[in-house]
């Protein structure tokens, strides 16, 4: 198979009458139709569609698009749910009798149906498995969500007659319902993406919406917990249901994160510690009842979804460990003093690895109040104003307080608001979905820096007071105009380099894509430089004034003001330009390097020219449409484009001696970069104390330093690899060299993902 | 062995129960005949099979390739390669390479700017068919399939329809 198109999910209303009569408890056989209930049509069947040609549609007005196309389902054995066979215990499983002889049996299966639910939760979130397949192939789970709904107001659903399950799994289950309404609001705010994400199709099984009362399955649960704990319990083998039963109790608490921007983790860190305790001593010998876990709801419910087996959860807690740390780093974010802080969280919580889909929501949620405040500290006004402040705009006439400028900033903030929540939103996503999301979004950051660099443009014309340098010899640097063009470089630049993360780039589109990305880089360093500039130029200024130019003391306390701020931003700038820098020579380093296997006739990065479909322009600009609008590609054509690239060839006379030449570059370059690298995992390591670079990632440093250390991998993989390329190679080119080497992308794990080592291979 | 290649022929079952066969055999996303016939009842003439005519059972396909052609976001044309199959014994034979050249010049002459599809990141074979011919990997897709396998979307450029924004294309219509 070479390809395949996507199956597509069909929805449509629920029209099975044995998944009704099986709701409403008039039948308690699943297992309907019977044979004998059925009236074989088969020969009229075929005797009409006999009489069809293969083209023809048949329509009825009872049998829609869905109904047609599920019916065309029967009998495939991988869409039709109604033929999955059930062994006899899954169909006459009963929830409402004790199962197990003994207590101590009772116990057992108790603890390993709780143990596997929730395993199956984390198997389901975690490891993006389908609901059936997981939390609702546990009988107890549809048992209830079932009764729901014909007992609206009481979570007692379990009558067996035995403690055990009356009072310590149903609460257990109750919890796993009050937990699946959470996942179903957040699925409703469509910040995470049905199937990528998180894919929860309840068959609409839908009554978990039902079970308002947090308050009083927390009683219920903290209850049992005393209950089992008592001495009554004590020689009863119950401490392993004791520590599920805190991860039940933790579990209906995760919505507050939302609800109510909780800060408390209190019940995060149980989860942890619970979990741990478990993966030590949880005896996994306890298995639970045969028929307790099966696809006997796929089969009766109203499924839209193909047949799904079973996927039997692993015999560890490590996915609660992993939620539970995922949710507390999300909600930390709520500690950031500064924008900086706060963007550079955003900046790096999914930077190293995917989050998981709901600590990504819960942020999202948690961190954009209802009240469009963020986290609790700015409205929409000053998180932008904060923002430009910590960037370019300290101490200059862009100052909101002054009305003017206001009125003409005030569309500019709005258009800049959205754009950094869109931003930070993107990066929230999935890694996949996250550079599709940033691509879409680089015409919108190209469109802020004309804005904002018009209304500099008018304002700069307008008696405004700059508020150091009177005779405004520093605005002509438009320190907005600034700011967009550094979010719109690193955007591109950011695009650009997750292509390789996500393993879309061939071999021979490396030259391009790394070269563009240092030519960016460039840009972008020059930005930068300027907004030095501006920040250097305001803070010399307020050391250089003398007294004669300060007519009031609240002047001088005014300018003085400024100096923590500069002294800050003049810091983190140094920090951009360092993180910048590295990502230029790194993709310079790969240029040169694909420049010399190019040199050599391995590799052509227009080595698709030859192919009676391709044509190799048409295929550079595909790969750059995301950017056409932004003023780069109106300069960069193709043509400019293949003039650059082949100042990187090596030809002509004199080939060893240029090829050291350009080796002695690239190491150069690596040298550069790993002194850039050093300085801003020394600056991480140390929070920025006493440090020449603000880097701004106290509340992300494992995250932040996972990710410069991976580049400092890269440099040394970079490095090796170049050392054995050029022992590999011949001293001179001859011969067609494309015939015995081939080149491969490789991504070693600890390395940037960013920068793929470029590997010469021998062909077979 | 000698291999010659033709359109399907729509009321032929046998050609059709072969070619569910085929792609049945080692898909990982499950069809039911709405599919088939989505495909082959719109646009029969880019669904092209292969047939050994040296075999004994010459009449039944041995690989074959399913496409469409429809107009994209009112902007362009676009091919979509939907599935392409060849039979285990007649592998590495460059019998689907040769399908899919077919179906690429059926689709350009027909007036598509791109071609599209998409395949799960694994399927190697498949990369390696579809990026020897041009296509490029533009998107990956998470969890795309029912297996929960990722999927890159590829893309072949043929006009230069194929490298405008939508947007931009529609404007210049109005």
Same mark, same amino acid.
């Given at each position: 198979m070479y390809g395949q198109v996507k199956y597509q999910r069909i929805e449509h209303p629920r029209y099975n009458l044995d998944e009704k009569l099986y709701l409403l408890g008039l039948t308690d056989d699943p297992s309907w139709p019977k044979d004998d209930e059925l009236y074989d049509i088969t020969h009229i069947f075929k005797a009409l569609s006999s009489q069809m040609d293969a083209k023809d549609i048949v329509k /009825? @007005?009872?049998?829609? $698009? !869905?109904? $047609? /196309? %599920?019916?065309? +389902? &029967? =009998? =495939?054995?991988?869409?039709? *749910?109604?033929?999955?066979?059930l062994k006899q215990e +899954?169909?006459?499983f009963d929830c409402n009798k004790p199962h197990g002889e003994t207590e101590e049996e009772r116990i057992n299966f108790v603890t390993a149906i709780a143990s596997r639910l929730l395993r199956s939760i984390t198997t389901?979130? =975690?490891? %993006?498995? /389908? $609901?059936p397949a997981t939390v609702l192939s546990c009988r107890y789970i549809e048992h209830f969500l079932i009764q729901l709904y014909s007992l609206p107001g009481t979570i007692d659903i379990l009558k067996t007659g035995d403690e055990y399950y009356d009072t310590f799994l149903n609460t257990c289950t109750a919890s796993v319902c009050y937990f699946l309404s959470f996942v179903s609001n957040i699925q409703e705010t469509s910040i995470l993406y049905e199937d990528e994400d998180l894919s929860f199709d309840p068959m609409a099984l839908d009554s978990f919406h039902l079970l308002r009362n947090q308050a009083v399955i927390a009683k219920k649960l903290e209850d049992s917990i005393k209950i089992l704990s008592s001495p009554q319990y004590l020689n009863k083998n119950v401490k392993d249901l004791i520590n599920l039963m805190h991860i039940f109790s933790s579990l209906i608490h995760i919505e507050d994160l939302v609800s109510k921007y909780s800060e408390d983790s209190e019940y995060l860190d149980k989860i942890i510690t619970v979990s741990d305790d478990l993966n030590v001593s949880y005896d996994w010998s306890r298995m639970p009842p045969n028929g307790s876990f099966s696809m006997i709801a796929q089969k009766t419910l109203s499924n839209n979804s193909p047949v799904h087996s079973i996927v039997e959860p692993v015999n560890s807690f490590n996915g609660w460990i992993d939620l539970a740390k995922d949710l507390k780093l999300a909600i930390s974010v709520s500690q950031s003093k500064s924008p900086i802080e706060f963007l550079q969280f955003v900046n790096f919580f999914t930077r190293t690895q995917e989050r998981h889909p709901l600590s990504r929501a819960v942020f999202l949620l948690f961190y954009s109040r @209802? =009240?469009?405040? #963020? #986290?609790? @500290? !700015?409205?929409?006004?000053? $998180? &932008?104003?904060?923002i430009w402040r910590e960037f370019s705009t300290t101490a200059t006439a862009i100052d909101l307080q002054n009305e003017l400028v206001f009125q003409n900033l005030s569309l500019v903030i709005d258009h800049c608001y959205t754009a950094v929540t869109e931003w930070i939103r993107n990066l929230t996503n999935n890694h996949a979905r996250a550079r599709r999301c940033i691509g879409s979004r680089i015409e919108m950051w190209s469109d #802020? +820096? *004309?804005? *904002? %660099? /018009?209304?500099?443009? !008018?304002?700069?014309k307008q008696p405004l007071p700059d508020n150091i340098d009177s005779a405004k010899k520093a605005s002509h640097l438009w320190p907005l105009t600034l700011w967009s063009r550094a979010m719109k470089n690193s955007t591109i630049i950011d695009y650009s380099l997750r292509g390789f993360e996500l393993e879309l780039y061939q071999p021979f589109e490396c030259m391009e894509m790394t070269w563009f990305v240092s030519h960016i880089a460039s840009e972008s360093d020059e930005t930068l430089r300027e907004v030095e500039k501006i920040l250097n130029s305001k803070f010399n200024q307020i050391s250089e004034l003398t007294g004669q130019l300060l007519k009031t003391k609240q002047n001088v306390k005014k300018l003085n003001s400024y100096k923590p701020q500069l002294a800050r931003n003049i810091k983190y700038l140094k920090y951009l330009r360092a993180h910048n820098n590295v990502l230029r020579k790194l993709s310079i380093f790969q240029t040169y390097q694909f420049g010399i296997l190019k040199s050599y006739g391995i590799i052509d990065n227009n080595e698709l020219k030859e192919l009676p479909f391709v044509s190799c322009e048409l295929l550079h600009n595909l790969r750059f449409k995301k950017l056409i609008g932004t003023k780069f590609m109106k300069k960069l054509t193709y043509a400019a484009f293949q003039k650059f690239l082949n100042q990187y060839v090596i030809n002509g006379p004199e080939f060893q001696e240029k090829l050291q030449k350009v080796v002695e570059e690239m190491k150069l370059a690596l040298a550069d970069a790993r002194i850039d690298v050093k300085e801003i995992i020394h600056s991480i390591n140390k929070g920025d104390e006493d440090t020449s670079m603000l880097t701004g990632t106290r509340l992300v440093k494992d995250e932040a330093l996972s990710f410069y250390e991976e580049l400092e991998n890269s440099i040394e993989l970079l490095g090796n690899n170049l050392d054995t390329i050029t022992v590999s190679l011949p001293e001179t080119v001859s011969g067609d060299l494309k015939q015995k080497f081939f080149v491969k992308l490789r991504y070693d794990k600890g390395s940037c993902p960013y920068f793929p080592i470029l590997t010469l291979l021998e062909k077979q | 062995m000698k291999i010659t290649y033709r359109a399907l022929d729509l009321n032929n079952d046998v050609q059709l129960n072969k070619v569910k066969q085929l792609i049945d055999a080692d898909l990982s996303e499950p069809y039911s005949i709405y599919v088939y016939r989505y495909f082959l009842n719109q646009w029969p003439e880019l669904a092209l099979l292969a047939f050994d005519i040296e075999s004994e059972d010459k009449e039944t396909p041995i690989g074959c390739i399913i496409s469409k052609s429809e107009c994209h976001a009112a902007a362009r044309e676009r091919g979509y390669i939907g599935m392409l199959a060849v039979d285990h014994k007649y592998r590495r034979m460059g019998i689907a390479k040769n399908l899919a050249k077919l179906a690429i010049v059926k689709m350009k002459t027909g007036g598509c700017d791109e071609i599209m599809l998409e395949t799960e990141v694994d399927n190697f074979a498949a990369l390696n068919l579809y990026e020897s011919l041009g296509f490029i990997r533009v998107k990956r897709m998470y969890k795309y399939y029912l297996n929960h396998g990722d999927a890159y979307r590829l893309i072949l450029p043929l006009t230069e329809k194929a490298v405008q924004k939508s947007y931009i294309l529609n404007e210049e219509l109005r």
């Open positions: /009825t @007005k009872e049998c829609g $698009f !869905y109904e $047609f /196309t %599920h019916a065309l +389902e &029967v =009998n =495939n054995k991988k869409l039709d *749910t109604s033929s999955i066979p +899954e169909i006459h389901w979130l =975690n490891d %993006h498995q /389908t $609901f @209802k =009240n469009g405040n #963020i #986290i609790g @500290k !700015y409205g929409k006004n000053e $998180f &932008v104003d904060k #802020i +820096e *004309t804005q *904002t %660099h /018009t209304v500099e443009q !008018y304002l700069h | -």
